[in-house]
């Protein structure tokens, strides 16, 4: 079974599936989001709810942001991750972004947004446990429809999960997508890390 699997991923027509940019990353054919895409279009509608406590959440009467306001007239570094908590997500994902925020500033780089399919108060506890929150701004995608728009949503059952997401980054500059990489799996961190977006800026 696990030759078969194998083969399959390594088969032509599953490699055709996938479009590789000049610089070997990876940007999955199905997935709504490329290279020019303007992401407030492709997700019409959609909005993401900023990292807050509880309280925090009651006092704003659950307000939430539109994809608007995060990246008009912005240059943002955006990465979706498969949930707050999980290992690599915290292991490697936002440590790789926390640890270059410096060099996304020094070119020019207005926001770097970490955003996951949890509700934004999980998202919360898990940006302060990992102290990130100076550094990175983090949204949560409570229903999946941000992630779903841009055709990057993903069943993680498996691993009793549920509804998520691929792991993935982006830049963004006013609202359109100038690069994207997606990870062949979500376990996998060889192009969604801050290492190759910073290259592409």
Same mark, same amino acid.
């Given at each position: 079974?696990?030759?078969?699997?194998?083969?399959?991923?390594?088969?032509?027509?599953?490699?055709?599936?996938?479009?590789?940019?000049?610089?070997?990353?990876?940007?999955?054919?199905?997935?709504?989001? /490329?290279?020019?895409?303007?992401?407030?279009?492709?997700?019409? #509608?959609?909005?993401?709810?900023?990292?807050?406590?509880?309280?925090?959440?009651?006092?704003?009467?659950?307000?939430?942001?539109?994809?608007?306001?995060?990246?008009?007239?912005?240059?943002?570094?955006?990465?979706?991750?498969?949930?707050?908590?999980?290992?690599?997500? /915290?292991?490697?994902?936002?440590?790789?972004?926390?640890?270059?925020?410096?060099?996304?500033?020094?070119?020019?780089?207005?926001?770097?947004?970490?955003?996951?399919?949890?509700?934004?108060?999980?998202?919360?506890?898990?940006?302060?446990?990992?102290?990130?929150?100076?550094?990175?701004?983090?949204? #949560?995608?409570?229903?999946?429809?941000?992630?779903? /728009?841009? #055709?990057?949503?993903?069943?993680?059952?498996?691993?009793?999960?549920?509804?998520?997401?691929?792991?993935?980054?982006?830049?963004?500059?006013?609202?359109?997508?100038?690069?994207?990489?997606?990870?062949?799996?979500? /376990?996998?961190?060889?192009?969604? #890390?801050?290492?190759?977006?910073?290259?592409?800026?």
């Amino acid at each position: 079974m696990a030759m078969s699997l194998l083969k399959l991923r390594n088969s032509p027509a599953l490699r055709s599936a996938a479009n590789i940019s000049p610089i070997g990353v990876l940007s999955r054919a199905f997935s709504k989001l /490329s290279e020019g895409t303007d992401i407030t279009s492709a997700a019409p #509608g959609v909005s993401l709810q900023k990292a807050r406590s509880w309280d925090e959440g009651v006092s704003s009467k659950f307000s939430t942001t539109p994809l608007a306001d995060i990246f008009k007239g912005k240059k943002v570094v955006i990465f979706g991750l498969p949930g707050a908590y999980t290992g690599v997500c /915290s292991q490697q994902h936002v440590p790789s972004y926390k640890s270059h925020i410096d060099k996304f500033k020094a070119k020019g780089i207005d926001s770097v947004i970490c955003v996951s399919v949890n509700d934004p108060y999980t998202i919360n506890g898990w940006a302060d446990k990992i102290g990130a929150k100076d550094a990175i701004e983090f949204y #949560g995608d409570f229903d999946g429809k941000f992630h779903k /728009s841009l #055709g990057l949503d993903k069943d993680l059952s498996a691993a009793l999960l549920g509804p998520r997401s691929e792991r993935w980054s982006a830049y963004v500059e006013d609202g359109k997508v100038k690069a994207v990489n997606v990870e062949e799996a979500p /376990s996998d961190f060889k192009v969604s #890390g801050a290492e190759v977006i910073l290259g592409q800026i």
